[in-house]
């Protein structure tokens, strides 16, 4: 396990709430941040604050350099090829919609297939939808196991010549499923296609070499990541990038501008139109340092030794039903206690100072393939420890007693 050390970096982690220690178990949705982060932050707003690729002064310089540096920190963290291959984003939402804009308006047609999977994150699902409207494109969808993991076999089954692109999650935000996606890839690969691979969850938990899994676009958020709100990135083979078109227009992105045409510069700063979120990369470059520090192997043995003790803890809990596979999975346990909904689980966790997220976690196809409306989620991180999955059986047990003849 990580030291306990690490968790005296988030100053967030050391409040009470509702009287009690707070225990944090709501990382899939957006992590904490660690000094380092925050102080980043500080930093450039006091001393660098200044727009980039434009001014010649000191300020304009070093915020352009501490925006570069940041795109150079992602490359080398996710095994980038090039630094162009960076597309700095709001998040993964925007990243794949990018994608499922630009390049798949330029290469889909009536009749071709886009393949997914039903645990998809709506972020991945809904783009996919519009770009199918669109084009006549038809949507299939990858069969899943009755744990919610995927068969290659299924994936074989689906996947034809007639498909153009297959987009799919990394880590599920729900099941914890961690898709063989290196394999995917070379089965899409085999037909032609193109692979989107949605990395908001895996990014954050386990070492990503995109060019070993050979896809073709990654989307990654830094707020889950122990990076700041409102920055992300995409990933593109540049080959497939150079061939885009930009989906948004306007300054920075601009080569030359004529009354009537205007032309873009190169990669990657065609896809990054108007000012873009300087402080947000100078954080995320700050919170991949401070991941790197760490060592992405250690947080991955981390993460999945502690979720394996939760589940070993939460399936001992009578009337505890848990989604998702036993092995194989990232650190997250879903679950729901007897008939109580979910939100009265999580308002009463609250109540005990422990944070979890309860709803359909922007997953309702997959909500209705679990034939549930709605789950409880408890997601760990680098600075959760084995003390704060005992005060969640804990507390468990104790609303489980609170709700009585509810249960079961």
Known sequence: MISAEIRELFPILKQDVNGHPLVYLDSAATSQKPIQVIEALKHYYEWDNANVHRGVHTLGSRATDAYEGARAKVAKFIGAASEQEIIFTRGTTTAINIVAASFAESVLREGDEIVLTPMEHHSNLIPWQQAAKKSGATLKYIPLQPDGSIS?????????????????????????????????????????????????QSTPHMKVDVQDLDCDFYALSGHKMCGPTGIGALYGKKSLLNNMEPVEFGGEMIDHVDLYESTWKELPWKFEGGTPMIAGAVGLGAAIDFLTEVGMDNIFKHDVELTNYALDRMMQIPDLAVYGPTTNRAGLVTFNLGDVHPHDVATVLDSMGIAVRAGHHCCQPLMRWLEQSSTARASFYLYNTEDDVDRLVT???????????AIG
């Open 152 to 200: 290659l076999a299924d994936v074989e089954n689906t996947i034809t010549d007639r498909t153009k692109i297959v987009s799919i999650v990394y880590v599920s935000n729900v099941l914890g499923v961690i898709n063989p996606i290196k394999e995917i890839a070379a089965i899409a690969h085999k037909h032609g296609a193109k692979i989107m691979v949605d990395g908001a």
């Open 395 to 405: 507390a468990l047990l104790k609303t489980k007693e609170y709700f009585g003849d």
